[in-house]
């Protein structure tokens, strides 16, 4: 008499394939992952733009100029994270707001994105437009 041989696991063959499969699967994955943080970040960073002019224009509205750039506490021109810089140009009747990216920010598509005291937004050193990186 013999006895069934039962299997118990995954043989060699089965566990690199299933490893393969996975391995392909990342391949594909990696890519879109990596572009949907790069557009979370910039979400962030427009959102803090808007913020920062917000502020800004209640600024004006109070005192009927725009503070000088020193006069801005620091907490209005932070974002969250360390993908972006805030930085401020100002006179008592403009200002221009922009964010550039740092690290691995640097390789989106949308470059440093900017916002002044007229609303234009705009982007600089880039192949997107403006109406792309700001409305997605």
Known sequence: MTHAHLSKGFTLIELLITLACIAALTSLAWPSYQSLILRSQRAQARASLLQAAHWLERAASANGNYPPAAEVPSSVLHIEGQRYTMRLSSTAQSYT????????????????????????????????????????
């Open 97 to 136: 707001l922009s964010a550039t990216p740092l690290g691995a920010q640097t390789t989106d598509p949308c470059g440093t994105l900017t916002v002044n005291h007229l609303g234009v937004r705009s982007v600089q050193g880039v192949s997107q437009t403006a109406a792309q990186c700001w409305s997605r």
